[in-house]
């Protein structure tokens, strides 16, 4: 259900920006509807875009006109960048033209399509799960900025999810919040760990228990809007000082929670150059599939900026480590 964002608009004067604003469900997600951004983005603009997103956790931005380099310029805005020189240093090759871009599509440095049945589909199974970015490297993402350059005919799939969790936190009972910060639980996040699940058979011969991951407090606050929030991700291959048994079980609990229908809202992606704007310190997301996935290219790019809070790096060293590389 859609409703008109009432309470934005008179705390950011919308209207003058963009009038078609609306909530994507009721206090989470907002779409801003068409905004031209081709010619840079004003104070007063970003201002209320991080407002928003601070708010909301996603923002939505329709027909933005952004290039690559606008899109890197815009992003960093927010803060230092990601890049995947990291990746690239151990042999993966970038199709893209820029380091700051993560290219997230389905298209081959030859401009094919990816054959479903290659290992770089098998590996990007996992984005099929609820997740949150770089929580397994030592510095995890705090915004993402995904950007279309191409996309498939309507129809076909190739939507985004997302879901709440700070309001998943609000709406557990008070004995199983007081439980859980009594506990002060530490997740370890491991992107093998996710990618083995999805795809069993293809990292059969992968323990994710063999490489290092990123340990973050389960429950934390979510420091920009001073709301609690469960720091959740498949990601997460155990919690500290519980057992297999416990671990899983208290995993599987609070995941189940986060994941009902009420705290999800999904993204269709509708025209080239929409922008989705993402805080992963306070929300999960899923790529949704489709009969796309053989037969159209779809040409998707993120710029992902490092999160700059006092719980960025978590409990892990200080490093330039990225999980599962040489």
């Known amino acids: 259900m859609s409703v008109t964002a009432t309470s934005v608009v008179e705390a950011t004067n919308l209207p003058s920006l963009c009038p078609q604003v609306r909530e994507l469900i009721p206090g989470f997600g907002v779409d801003l509807g068409a905004w031209d951004l081709s010619n840079g983005v004003t104070d007063k603009q970003f201002s209320t875009i991080q407002e928003l997103a601070i708010k909301f ?8 006109g952004l290039t690559d380099e606008t899109h890197i310029e815009f992003a960093r805005r927010f803060g230092e960048l990601d890049d995947v020189r990291p990746y690239v240093k151990a042999g993966r090759k970038n199709r893209l033209k820029y380091d700051e871009l993560f290219d997230v599509g389905n298209v081959e440095l030859d401009g094919s399509i990816v054959n479903p049945l290659s290992p770089r589909a098998q590996a990007n199974r996992g984005n099929s799960y609820f997740h949150v970015d770089s929580s397994f490297n030592p510095r995890r993402a705090g915004y993402s900025l995904l950007l279309a350059h191409e996309l ?3 129809g076909t799939g190739g939507s985004t999810e997302f879901c709440d969790t700070r309001t998943a936190w609000d709406d557990l009972n008070k004995t199983t919040k007081q439980e859980l910060l009594g506990a002060d639980y530490v997740a370890c996040h491991s992107i093998l760990h996710s990618k083995k699940l999805a ?3 293809h990292f059969a011969d992968i323990d994710p228990a063999d490489y290092p991951m990123g340990r973050h407090k389960l429950i934390q606050k979510h420091e920009r809007s001073g709301r609690m929030n469960m720091y959740l991700a498949t990601h997460i291959h155990h919690i500290e000082e519980l057992s297999s048994e416990e671990s899983k079980s208290l995993y599987d609990q609070l995941f189940r929670h986060a994941t009902q229908p009420k705290y999800r809202t999904i993204v269709e992606w509708q025209n ?3 922008l989705v704007i993402w805080d992963n310190t306070c929300t999960m997301h899923r790529a949704m599939g489709g009969e796309f996935a053989a037969k159209y290219r779809r040409d998707m790019r993120r710029a992902t900026v490092h999160d700059d809070s006092s719980q960025a790096w978590g409990l892990n060293e200080h490093s330039d480590l990225r999980q599962g590389l040489p």
């Open 272 to 274: 080239v150059g929409d």
């Open 57 to 64: 956790g996603v923002v939505v931005i329709r027909k933005t």
């Open 152 to 154: 498939p005919p309507p």
């Open 199 to 201: 795809a069993p058979e």
